[in-house]
């Protein structure tokens, strides 16, 4: 290895932690609680290290979300070759369960951590982000294109549909379903989405 592999693999390790410190802050403390300072202090080194990395908390922030998407999408990687739009619509929000279920920090900062999105005016910059729901968008419109959903504005239609998903995976998340017993709770959250898709598939 030469001297200036070597460096920039321990510059990739040093940014990977300093993105692992600030995930878990942001996690555990929320992220207007949490400073540069204290994100240095985890990783035991000086703010002016973490400057060499990123330019502020924010851009930490943009980051991990770029990150989490990336996986997410890299998660779901086996989507597109399913031909059936509805079949395909359907895998999809059974891989967001899981997803949610498996990854619980990433769908945290994903989509429910309060954080600032700035740089939500140029989508160029949530690029992960937009190909995901992109996606999610097209497979809706062919649905209704092949008759399976009514007609109708396809953003309103999937914005219905990831408020459904999202709502029930906020409360698994945020443990607010233990009023239900442990033992039928991922049964409910099945049959609960298999009537969600049918209530909306067209007959």
Not at 65 to 89: V, W
Not at 154 to 177: D, E, K, P, Q
Request: charged share 30%; glycine share 2%; aromatic share 14%.
């Amino acid at each position: 290895m030469t001297v200036k592999q070597r460096r920039e693999r321990e510059k990739e390790e040093m940014r990977t932690l300093i993105l692992d410190s600030a995930h878990k802050l942001f996690i555990d403390k929320g992220f207007d609680e949490v400073s540069i300072r204290n994100i240095a202090e985890a990783i035991e080194y000086s703010p002016a290290t973490i400057y060499l990395y990123f330019k502020d908390k924010n851009e930490i922030f943009h980051a991990l979300h770029q990150e989490a998407f990336r996986f997410y999408n890299q998660f779901n990687i086996e989507l597109p070759a399913i031909r059936d739009p509805f079949d395909r619509l359907v895998k999809m929000g059974e891989k967001y369960f899981e997803f949610m279920t498996l990854h619980p920090k990433y769908y945290n900062i994903m989509f429910l951590m309060e954080a600032p999105m700035r740089n939500d005016e140029c989508i160029d910059e949530w690029e992960e982000g937009a190909k995901a729901h992109s996606f999610f968008e097209q497979t809706v419109l062919e649905c209704m294109e092949k008759g399976y959903l009514a007609a109708d504005d396809h953003r309103v239609v999937a914005l219905t549909i990831w408020s459904y998903m999202h709502g029930i995976c906020s409360l698994i998340i945020r443990n607010r379903m233990k009023m239900y017993p442990e033992e039928i709770r991922e049964q409910i959250q099945k049959q609960s989405f298999e009537l969600f898709m049918n209530k909306i598939r067209k007959r």
